[in-house]
């Protein structure tokens, strides 16, 4: 709801990210809203100038989606580093969500994420995050300044 408030005209820039520890997959799976426009401009910056992200995703702009969001959402669960797999992308009017996941996830006794997607090109982006795990629920607002959430478990 908060998202949608933003799709018509948004001079705050924000994107949200859901968190969700699925046991019975042993996987933690991600969900990241981002306006289309402003990840344009920051592959565009990043990488090539020619990039126009749209309904369909070519396996170029594909290629380049992951490697920034690699670049940008950085988890450690338990204390170690965890590399996200990129699943692909879905178009919603002028969002994306770009879906995420870590594999292989038994048990959580500690969780922290950095999200600094897009901090590159707007000074007031803000990245929440909410997470599901654990029977718990938290929410984050990471900024340019502050850009990490941790939980523990124990």
């Known amino acids: 709801l908060l998202f949608s408030s933003y799709t018509n005209f948004h001079k705050h820039y924000i994107?949200?990210?859901?968190?969700?520890f699925v046991e019975e997959q042993e996987s933690i799976q991600f969900i990241s809203r981002i306006f289309v426009d402003d990840l344009e401009k920051a592959l565009r910056k990043r990488y090539d100038n020619s990039i126009t992200l749209g309904k369909e995703t070519s396996e170029s702009t594909g290629l380049y989606i992951e490697k920034y969001l690699q670049?940008?959402?950085k988890v450690k669960v338990n204390g170690e580093e965890k590399p996200l797999l990129f699943l692909g992308v879905e178009y919603e009017n002028d969002q994306m969500r770009c879906y995420l996941e870590i594999e292989s996830i038994k048990t959580i006794s500690s969780f922290e994420i950095s999200n600094q997607v897009l901090f590159d090109l707007f000074d007031k982006q803000e990245n929440v995050i909410?997470?599901?795990?654990n029977n718990q629920h938290k929410s984050f607002v990471l900024i340019k300044e502050s850009n990490k959430g941790h939980i523990n478990f124990d």
Do not use: A, F, N
């Open 130 to 133: 909410k997470v599901k795990m």
């Open 15 to 20: 994107s949200i990210t859901q968190v969700e």
């Open 71 to 73: 670049s940008k959402i």
